[in-house]
């Protein structure tokens, strides 16, 4: 006799499972975002001394309950809060501040280092428009820092770091770290919340 | 004769669709391999505001996350301003340290400096309850804290 195939496997149904998968899974997952703006709180301790800071070291910004905002006691558009705020901080009115571009207003703040942005908001303020300003700010601090990384090393800040978090890079860590920390204390990120 | 006539029908041949389960296979280890398990399941609104400055949250365990915003449509019983959500429940603002105290205690005591605080907020909810929420974060000395928001531009979406 002989021999006979064996008869072919029906796969018609195959395609209603991989279906059935399929909508379980979405169904059952969402797409994670786990990115956002990292912030530190200021620890609660009693100091009694108060710190002097002169008011031209000091931007306010302000947000009221209509989401309306005031800088330096001035209505502002969000849009052009990153502008003045790195006006504000790339100043250099001392002088002291070699690789400042600002005006070297006299009015204005000092140096990088002393300049302090100061945030307040009411509680009826809309978190979408906090997280907007938060953001700008944030946008502020990153363009002068990468401004700066690019004068003295060729690469942007947000490279530098990327490539200091990439395990694959095959530079010298040790010596990112140290770059990386140098432009932070060239500008840093001095920004401060009024409860 | 009418051995070589050809069978005429008006039928249209049927599409193979021999490769629809590859297809279908493709798309499923797709949603498999970009997607994770829902966690909670939430009981709020939860449509996150736009930043453009983010940063990756870096430890996916060392990560409590505090849900906030105006109970959806399942739970308008609850009222319609903004609530806190911690695991799968309503909370108030005082239950916040017990439950950051029940994190801290599930990690080991090397990790417990490293655990950030992830506030998932709705964007309509209002300032008042977040300040609340940093406040007692603060209490209870969980000072890192990562506002959780979708990638997009800012402005223009307000």
């Known amino acids: 006799m002989a021999k006979r195939a064996a008869p072919e496997v029906n796969a018609g149904s195959m395609a209603d499972i991989a279906f059935l998968l399929l909508i379980f899974f979405l169904v059952t997952t969402t797409i994670e975002t786990d990115s956002g703006i990292n912030r530190k709180l200021p620890p609660i301790e009693e100091s009694e001394e108060d710190v002097v800071i002169k008011k031209k070291n ?38 002291s501040c070699d690789y400042c571009k600002g005006k070297k207003d006299e009015a204005s703040s000092d140096n ?6 100061s945030l307040k ?9 906090y997280i907007a300003v938060q953001n700008e700010l944030v946008a502020a601090y990153n363009e002068l820092r990468d401004r700066r990384a690019q004068e003295q090393f060729g690469l942007s800040f947000a490279e530098m770091e990327a490539n200091y978090e990439d395990v694959n890079w095959p530079g010298n ?13 060239d500008y840093p990120q001095k920004l401060s919340e009024v409860q | 004769m009418s051995k070589f006539k050809k069978k005429k029908s008006g039928d249209l041949p049927a ?6 389960p590859d297809i279908v296979f493709m798309l499923l280890f797709f949603f498999m391999v970009a997607t994770t398990m ?16 983010v940063e990756k949250l870096d430890k996916k365990g ?21 609530r806190i959500q911690l695991n799968d429940d309503f909370a108030s603002v005082n239950d916040i ?32 309850l977040i300040g609340d929420i940093k406040q007692e974060l603060r209490k209870v000395n969980a000072l890192k804290i990562n506002y959780t928001t979708k990638k997009g531009t800012v402005l223009g979406r307000n």
């Open chain 1, 58 to 95: 000091i931007f306010t910004v302000m947000l009221n309950g209509n989401d309306q905002l005031m800088v330096e006691d001035e209505l502002m558009e969000i849009g052009d809060l990153r502008k003045a705020a790195i006006e504000f901080l790339d100043n250099g009115g001392d002088k």
């Open chain 2, 97 to 128: 340290a017990a439950f950051i105290a029940a994190e801290r205690a599930d990690k080991r005591e090397e990790l417990i400096p490293f655990l950030t605080t992830a506030l998932k907020v709705d964007s309509d909810a209002n300032m008042g």
């Open chain 2, 15 to 20: 599409v193979n669709t021999a490769s629809l």
């Open chain 2, 62 to 82: 060392l990560v409590m996350y505090i849900y906030a915003g105006k109970p959806s449509a399942n739970y308008t019983k609850f009222g319609t301003e903004a």
């Open chain 2, 38 to 53: 829902r966690e909670t399941t939430l009981k709020i609104e939860n449509n996150l505001p736009f930043a453009d400055q």
């Open chain 1, 112 to 117: 990088p280092d002393k300049a302090i942005i």
């Open chain 1, 121 to 129: 908001n009411e509680r009826e303020t809309t978190y979408k428009i």
């Open chain 1, 173 to 185: 860590k040790e010596k990112l770290k140290a770059r990386i920390d140098q432009i932070k204390i």
